[in-house]
């Protein structure tokens, strides 16, 4: 019975820090896109 819990708990613990990083994955990528897009800006100021 215990060993059933401990498997129960380390797959749920398992599956929360996939869904983590996917959502760490998600952010930096957006922040990313947030970066390269503040660059452009830049560059086609100073390219005015």
Do not use: C, H, P
């Not at 498997?7 to 390269?36: C, H, P, W």
């Amino acid at each position: 019975m215990e060993g059933i819990v401990k498997a129960g708990l380390t797959e749920s613990k398992n599956r929360v820090y996939k869904k983590d990083i996917r959502q760490i994955i998600r952010i930096s990528f957006f922040r990313l896109l947030m970066f390269k897009r503040l660059g452009d800006w830049i560059i086609n100021r100073l390219l005015e």
